[in-house]
């Protein structure tokens, strides 16, 4: 009803027009996403889309000024006479201070503009912030994301993100639009994205529109830069294990962006005669922008990345390879200036492979995952009250899992997949502003997964309410399916195998309730809190009892343990643009609880990745041409199973081995963990050259942050070990920008 109501109810008591146009930087011509937009006069206004476009429908004709600004970037005002509908295009002038704006922002943009965006769960993440920060060897998109709330990490050596209770194939990870299903590099430590060739990121933690489906807990889109319309431009770095470089220019009508990135521990272990494993990995992203004419415009984006680890060690042979590919080509045609449409037609594909030759004992394991995806997604702005979508999505999974051994050393039988489904959606949804406080956004989403014949509807809807210019409050509810599922060892992403589900494992489903305001004091301090509840049915946890007892007869089913959970918790982030200090500090409070009749005798658990506190502290302070930086995190610790004692036995190829027998899962909790990070950078501008040096100290006090514990039986005795996190960490780079 309300959907139907939303497209009638629109009364014109006049004739009016539209302004429209794309926002871009002046500097280099990229689009600048989601800046503010408004009519000073009549406080209409928008928030640019992602590709920077911006419509104000349904003005009065007339004289205005007109006023663009984003974080970042000057306040650009300018005089329009709107006597009909106009396209004008603008360029922002970046901030005049070269490093003002670097912070990560979950409210939304600030002035007098009546939006339609609901800022749910929501952070923005401008890359030069993650330069900023102090990490090990080079900045990294997925360690930046976990330092802030809601959002935990189960050890330094893993990039995997845990969001609001929810596991990292939970989460759904778009590049430039694409799926990208495992990205990480070197066993989980780094994330596959160059942070160099990032133009802007933006995480939604729960709540998220119809737009979105088929994964549980969040979504993270990751847009590229599309490359430097002026003039060419480039951006090298070199680090004590890796080198990178991206290049980006104009060509006609359009620009072109190549970044590439390569480890060479291989050749420090050659020079060093060290006992460093034989491993690399690579990365390069390719962006072409096309414009066909001042409505159609045409991108196509590819990306590959590559792991590759050997260890030889009579009678031990190795080789581990994962990674992933991705392409697409992306149409934008404006029907008119209220009224656009995207096409994306993308393919990604992600691979791995596990070779173990041991004492003539060979194990072989291979699982290839295929996505041919068509989207759309189409846009209507019929008023000033009202935001149309509508869009539909159609992905056609292929799914490889092949397992062999030789037969004389063990007898086991391995889960054989070859499984082609098809998921396709439907959605439509309304941002509906029913007045100059209220804004309502609500919307369907229709899905259908062949393999099982799975049928579900997901609705959504979120609300905000602005108490006055600098506060505001808002809620949401929606429900969520997700169709593929992970096995994985949380410590170590190259062992993830994608599995798909089939008639005999149902969709998982999750329901999201969150509420949250934020308040904003004097443009230098803005608080953000949020409260959240999420509940999951249906989750899945591997049996690894299957490597003996699968039976190829059966369903999928055999494979896992099914149940349920629930997470809720608090979320506070106070962001901080003061006398040269920028930054944020954060506090989560966060509770995960999980429940399988087959583990854990049946009883509610906290999960590995359940922290209960964490508290961030992540400033910069910019003096001259000096930057210095600061990052604190806290965690309490976490759930961990303390063993009752050992057992003597045989596995399962007849060698004597000692069990170790575990309590229940939550039984102990690891001690807390502490750590802090220091950097120091100094830029030095030339003509055409900007070189940027730094130091930075990882882990400054040395803390001794557990991250595992081990127990053993050395003769008659029972022993424990301990590993820990990241060692104290000092390294040095420089970057090189023309």
Same mark, same amino acid.
């Given at each position: 009803?309300?959907?139907?109501?939303?497209?009638?109810?629109?009364?014109?008591?006049?004739?009016?027009?539209?302004?429209?146009?794309?926002?871009?930087?002046?500097?280099?011509?990229?689009?600048?996403?989601?800046?503010?937009?408004?009519?000073?006069?009549?406080?209409?206004?928008?928030?640019?889309?992602?590709?920077?476009?911006?419509?104000?429908?349904?003005?009065?004709?007339?004289?205005?000024?007109?006023?663009?600004?984003?974080?970042?970037?000057?306040?650009?005002?300018?005089?329009?006479?709107?006597?009909?509908?106009?396209?004008?295009?603008?360029?922002?002038?970046?901030?005049s201070?070269?490093?003002?704006?670097?912070?990560?922002?979950?409210?939304?943009?600030?002035?007098?503009?009546e939006?339609?965006?609901?800022?749910?769960?929501?952070?923005?993440?401008?890359?030069?912030?993650?330069?900023?920060?102090?990490?090990?060897?080079?900045?990294?998109?997925?360690?930046?994301?976990?330092?802030?709330?809601?959002?935990?990490?189960?050890?330094?050596?893993?990039?995997?993100?845990?969001?609001?209770?929810?596991?990292?194939?939970?989460?759904?990870?778009?590049?430039?639009?694409?799926?990208?299903?495992?990205?990480?590099?070197?066993?989980?430590?780094?994330?596959?994205?160059?942070?160099?060739?990032?133009?802007?990121?933006?995480?939604?933690?729960?709540?998220?529109?119809?737009?979105?489906?088929?994964?549980?807990?969040?979504?993270?889109?990751?847009?590229?830069?599309?490359?430097?319309?002026?003039? $060419? =431009?480039? @951006?090298? /770095?070199?680090?004590?294990?890796?080198? +990178?470089?991206? #290049?980006?220019g104009?060509?006609? %009508?359009?620009?072109?962006?190549?970044?590439?990135?390569?480890?060479?521990?291989?050749?420090?272990?050659?020079?060093?005669?060290?006992?460093?494993?034989?491993?690399?990995?690579?990365?390069?992203?390719?962006?072409?922008?096309?414009?066909?004419?001042?409505?159609?415009?045409?991108?196509?984006?590819?990306?590959?990345?590559?792991?590759?680890?050997?260890?030889?060690?009579?009678?031990?042979?190795?080789?581990?390879?994962?990674?992933?590919?991705?392409?697409?080509?992306?149409?934008?045609?404006?029907?008119?200036?209220?009224?656009?449409?995207?096409?994306?037609?993308?393919?990604?594909?992600?691979?791995?492979? $596990? =070779?173990? @030759?041991? /004492?003539?004992?060979?194990?072989?394991? +291979?699982?290839? #995952?295929?996505?041919?995806?068509? %989207?759309?997604?189409?846009?209507?702005?019929?008023?000033?009250?009202?935001?149309?979508?509508?869009?539909?999505?159609?992905?056609?999974?292929?799914?490889?899992?092949?397992a062999?051994?030789?037969?004389?050393?063990?007898?086991?039988?391995?889960?054989?997949?070859d499984?082609?489904?098809?998921?396709?959606?439907?959605?439509?949804?309304?941002?509906?502003r029913?007045?100059?406080?209220?804004?309502?956004?609500?919307?369907?989403?229709?899905?259908?997964?062949?393999?099982?014949?799975?049928?579900?509807?997901?609705?959504?809807?979120?609300?905000k309410?602005?108490?006055?210019?600098?506060?505001?409050?808002?809620?949401?509810?929606?429900l969520?399916?997700?169709?593929?599922?992970?096995?994985?060892?949380?410590?170590?992403?190259?062992?993830?195998?994608?599995?798909?589900?089939?008639?005999?494992?149902?969709?998982?489903?999750?329901?999201?309730y969150?509420?949250?305001?934020?308040?904003?004091?004097?443009?230098?301090?803005?608080?953000?809190?949020?409260?959240?509840?999420?509940?999951?049915?249906?989750?899945?946890?591997?049996?690894?009892e299957?490597?003996?007892?699968?039976?190829?007869?059966?369903?999928l089913?055999q494979?896992?343990?099914?149940?349920?959970g629930?997470?809720?918790?608090?979320?506070l982030?106070?962001?901080?643009?003061?006398?040269?200090?920028e930054?944020?500090?954060?506090?989560?409070?966060?509770r995960?609880?999980?429940?399988?009749a087959?583990?854990?005798?049946?009883?509610?658990?906290?999960?590995?990745?359940?922290?209960?506190?964490?508290?961030?502290?992540?400033?910069?302070?910019y003096?001259?041409?000096?930057?210095?930086?600061l990052s604190?995190?806290?965690?309490?610790?976490?759930?961990?199973r303390?063993?009752?004692?050992?057992?003597?036995?045989?596995?399962?190829?007849?060698?004597?081995?000692?069990?170790?027998?575990?309590?229940?899962?939550?039984?102990?909790?690891?001690?807390?963990?502490?750590?802090?990070?220091?950097?120091?950078?100094?830029?030095?501008?030339?003509?055409?050259?900007?070189?940027?040096?730094?130091?930075?100290?990882i882990n400054?006090?040395?803390?001794?942050?557990p991250?595992?514990?081990?127990?053993?039986?050395?003769?008659?005795?029972?022993?424990?070990?301990?590993?820990?996190?990241l060692?104290?960490?000092?390294?040095?780079?420089?970057?090189?920008?023309?």
């Amino acid at each position: 009803m309300l959907l139907s109501a939303s497209l009638t109810m629109f009364v014109y008591a006049a004739p009016t027009v539209s302004v429209s146009g794309r926002i871009r930087n002046s500097f280099n011509l990229e689009a600048v996403p989601f800046a503010v937009c408004y009519i000073e006069e009549t406080e209409q206004g928008v928030n640019a889309n992602e590709r920077g476009y911006y419509i104000i429908p349904s003005v009065v004709p007339g004289d205005y000024h007109l006023v663009f600004h984003r974080i970042g970037f000057e306040i650009l005002r300018i005089a329009v006479s709107l006597q009909d509908s106009k396209v004008i295009n603008v360029e922002l002038q970046p901030a005049s201070v070269e490093l003002e704006g670097i912070r990560v922002s979950s409210s939304r943009q600030r002035g007098k503009v009546e939006e339609f965006h609901i800022p749910l769960s929501e952070m923005k993440i401008n890359p030069v912030h993650i330069t900023e920060l102090p990490q090990v060897a080079e900045p990294d998109l997925f360690r930046a994301v976990q330092m802030l709330p809601g959002v935990t990490s189960i050890s330094d050596f893993s990039s995997g993100l845990y969001i609001r209770g929810g596991s990292p194939d939970q989460n759904q990870i778009l590049l430039d639009g694409i799926d990208v299903y495992n990205p990480s590099h070197l066993m989980g430590f780094f994330s596959t994205f160059n942070v160099d060739a990032i133009n802007t990121v933006d995480l939604i933690k729960g709540g998220f529109d119809a737009k979105y489906g088929g994964r549980l807990s969040s979504v993270m889109n990751v847009y590229n830069l599309d490359g430097n319309r002026n003039r $060419f =431009d480039g @951006n090298v /770095n070199m680090s004590l294990i890796t080198s +990178k470089i991206t #290049l980006s220019g104009p060509w006609e %009508k359009g620009s072109w962006m190549l970044s590439g990135r390569r480890t060479y521990l291989e050749l420090v272990d050659a020079v060093m005669s060290t006992d460093i494993p034989d491993y690399h990995f690579y990365d390069g992203h390719i962006k072409l922008n096309y414009d066909i004419s001042p409505k159609n415009y045409l991108q196509y984006s590819f990306f590959t990345g590559r792991d590759t680890f050997r260890l030889q060690e009579d009678p031990v042979n190795i080789k581990i390879t994962w990674g992933n590919i991705t392409n697409a080509l992306r149409w934008t045609h404006i029907f008119s200036p209220n009224f656009y449409n995207d096409v994306l037609i993308a393919h990604s594909h992600y691979g791995s492979q $596990f =070779d173990i @030759n041991i /004492n003539e004992m060979d194990l072989e394991r +291979k699982n290839r #995952l295929y996505d041919l995806t068509f %989207k759309t997604n189409s846009s209507y702005l019929p008023s000033n009250e009202h935001n149309i979508e509508f869009g539909t999505e159609i992905k056609r999974y292929h799914v490889v899992f092949e397992a062999s051994q030789n037969e004389e050393q063990v007898q086991t039988e391995y889960p054989e997949i070859d499984h082609v489904s098809l998921y396709s959606a439907l959605y439509l949804m309304d941002s509906w502003r029913l007045n100059s406080l209220l804004l309502l956004k609500y919307g369907l989403r229709f899905e259908h997964y062949q393999k099982g014949n799975y049928y579900r509807l997901s609705p959504r809807l979120s609300l905000k309410y602005n108490l006055s210019d600098d506060l505001s409050i808002y809620g949401a509810w929606g429900l969520y399916y997700q169709y593929l599922t992970l096995i994985g060892d949380s410590d170590n992403s190259s062992f993830d195998i994608w599995f798909p589900l089939d008639r005999s494992v149902k969709p998982l489903e999750a329901d999201h309730y969150i509420i949250g305001g934020d308040i904003n004091w004097a443009g230098v301090m803005t608080l953000n809190a949020e409260i959240y509840y999420k509940e999951m049915r249906n989750l899945t946890e591997f049996r690894p009892e299957i490597d003996y007892d699968y039976d190829p007869d059966k369903d999928l089913a055999q494979a896992f343990h099914f149940g349920k959970g629930y997470a809720y918790g608090l979320d506070l982030t106070l962001n901080n643009d003061w006398f040269g200090l920028e930054g944020f500090i954060s506090y989560s409070y966060g509770r995960t609880r999980r429940q399988f009749a087959q583990l854990n005798e049946g009883l509610e658990y906290h999960p590995k990745f359940d922290r209960r506190h964490q508290i961030t502290i992540n400033e910069n302070y910019y003096r001259q041409n000096w930057v210095y930086g600061l990052s604190y995190t806290y965690g309490s610790g976490q759930p961990f199973r303390k063993p009752l004692g050992i057992i003597e036995g045989n596995s399962i190829d007849g060698y004597p081995v000692n069990h170790v027998l575990y309590g229940r899962y939550d039984s102990y909790r690891l001690p807390s963990y502490s750590r802090l990070d220091v950097s120091i950078r100094k830029l030095f501008y030339t003509k055409n050259y900007l070189i940027e040096p730094y130091l930075q100290i990882i882990n400054i006090l040395s803390a001794k942050n557990p991250n595992d514990v081990f127990y053993y039986r050395d003769g008659d005795e029972f022993k424990k070990s301990t590993s820990n996190n990241l060692p104290l960490i000092p390294s040095l780079g420089v970057n090189i920008k023309w």
